[in-house]
């Protein structure tokens, strides 16, 4: 089965808070992707709310929940502590019930994740977090280097799936690194389904690059929101522009 694209809406909604209201409308994003062929949507709350907020995520679950083919995907920190009214996220999880929550080990001084679980420091804490999340039905990723003795840690403490970061993949892109850092991928997937454990991957996949990481073994699913709203930007810009245009003829004529 082809690797599901799920797309992550955090850049929509940073465009929507750099002013008053709610344009870009997030929902309405989602329901574009979704009709376009996306098999998922992805959000990343924090608890500084900088990008999506507690609401946008009542509202996509809603959106979603009667679309039983769609994956609503929450990733995030689940030590960060609720702040102001955002609950945290293992509550926020259990409010909207997502197909899958990805836990995060970022905090809010990062401008993005960028490194996977130390599992031989935080297995003890995430393993009562893992179990309350799929006695709600939900499934567990981890956001994991590829590193296989992490990737058995992952295994045991219960997690149904990893989510590869992807970051220094896409960083190694022509240079030497690139063969090597791909095989670690490579391996740690092939080890993952081989420990029964599911593997997505994200963070910083775009057009140049997926190409030869969709060739990972068992890939289940990619996240991606950065390079892909970016590219939004050039693939979509000249239709804008053609709907600014009808409008102003209209109007002179
Ligand atoms: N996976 C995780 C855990 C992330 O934090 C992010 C960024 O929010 C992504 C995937 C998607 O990365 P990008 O925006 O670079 O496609």
């Known amino acids: 089965m082809a690797t599901a694209l799920s797309v992550n809406l955090n850049k929509i909604a940073l465009i929507r808070n750099s002013r008053e209201g709610n344009y870009p409308?997030?929902?309405?994003?989602?329901?574009?992707?979704?009709?376009?062929?996306?098999?998922?949507?992805?959000?990343?709350?924090?608890?500084?709310q900088r990008h999506i907020r507690p609401d946008d995520v009542r509202q996509l679950a809603k959106?979603?929940?009667?679309?039983?083919?769609?994956e609503f995907n929450i990733e995030g920190n689940p030590f960060a502590p609720r702040r102001g009214n955002y609950p945290g996220l293992l509550v926020l999880a259990?409010?909207?019930r997502p197909d899958q929550c990805t836990l995060v080990p970022d905090s809010d001084n990062q401008l993005t994740s960028d490194h996977g679980?130390?599992?031989?420091?935080?297995?003890?804490?995430?393993?009562?977090?893992?179990?309350?999340?799929q006695a709600q039905g939900i499934r567990v990723s981890l956001f994991m280097d590829p590193i296989p003795e992490q990737i058995r840690l992952a295994k045991e403490v219960g997690a149904d799936r990893i989510e590869l970061y992807t970051g220094p993949y896409a960083a190694a892109w022509g240079t030497q690194e690139l063969e090597t850092i791909y095989r670690q991928h490579f391996l740690a997937a092939e080890l993952a389904t081989e420990l029964g454990l599911g593997v997505n991957a994200g963070h910083d996949?775009?057009?140049?690059?997926?190409?030869?990481?969709?060739?990972?073994?068992?890939?289940?699913?990619?996240?991606?929101?950065?390079?892909?709203?970016?590219?939004?930007?050039?693939?979509?810009?000249?239709?804008?522009?053609?709907?600014?245009?009808?409008?102003?003829?209209?109007?002179?004529?």
């Open 94 to 96: 259990e409010e909207t």
């Open 205 to 253: 996949l775009n057009l140049i690059n997926l190409p030869k990481y969709a060739s990972v073994p068992g890939l289940l699913e990619v996240s991606i929101g950065h390079a892909l709203t970016v590219d939004a930007i050039a693939l979509g810009l000249a239709n804008a522009v053609q709907a600014y245009k009808n409008i102003l003829t209209e109007a002179v004529s």
């Open 63 to 70: 959106l979603l929940a009667p679309m039983k083919a769609l």
């Open 117 to 133: 679980f130390d599992l031989t420091r935080s297995a003890e804490q995430l393993a009562p977090m893992i179990t309350r999340l």
């Open 25 to 48: 409308d997030v929902v309405e994003h989602a329901k574009v992707c979704i009709a376009s062929g996306a098999e998922g949507i992805t959000v990343h709350p924090r608890p500084d």
